[in-house]
């Protein structure tokens, strides 16, 4: 009988010593339950915010492909002044209920065509002979990749001077 009712020797320590076995273990499931609870909070308060991250990161990995698209299709549709054209098809985006580079892009080529280079019609890359070479620029250039190719400064020089007459 002296195991269940042990009187405490300090009078001031009686609720540290258990009266009863029982009560000392349920006390002691107590604090662990309470150290869980805790630790279970501040998980989940560090898995708001990771979440929180996670959601801002994918939309900055969004945002950078939709960037690069954009700059894509206006380097396509060569656009003289990319920073602006940049600009406006990204306003033109996000006043979209649906999101369409595509179309933001062509939209403001049809709206806005000095941002973007006038193709001529009278020469094109495909001709067998451009109109402003001559042959003195046909020899120049072929000195030039004979320049490269040699890396020889003679063929260099040489090179300079059939420039210079070819102007």
């Known amino acids: 009988m002296t195991d269940q009712t042990t009187v405490p ?17 349920a006390k002691k499931y107590r604090k662990r339950a309470q150290a869980a ?29 939709r960037a690069g698209r954009v700059d894509q299709l206006l380097i396509e549709a060569e656009a003289v002044d990319l920073e602006s054209a940049r600009l406006l098809t990204t306003m033109a985006i996000e006043q979209m209920d649906e ?25 094109s890359a495909m001709s067998a002979r451009p109109e402003h070479a001559t042959p003195a620029r046909e020899a120049a250039d072929h000195a030039a990749g004979e320049a490269y ?3 020889n400064r003679a063929d260099l020089l040489r090179y300079l001077r059939l420039k210079r007459k070819a102007r």
């Open 99 to 123: 999101p369409d580079v595509e179309l933001a892009v062509t939209e403001l080529k049809r709206r806005k065509p000095y941002l973007f280079r006038a193709r001529s019609r009278a020469s």
């Open 37 to 65: 609870e805790q630790s279970l909070d501040e998980l989940r308060r560090e898995l708001d915010e990771k979440s929180a991250k996670l959601t801002e990161l994918e939309k900055t990995v969004s945002d950078l492909e």
């Open 149 to 151: 190719a040699t890396g």
């Open 9 to 25: 020797k300090d009078t001031d320590t009686a609720d540290e010593m258990p009266v009863n076995p029982a009560v000392g273990e």
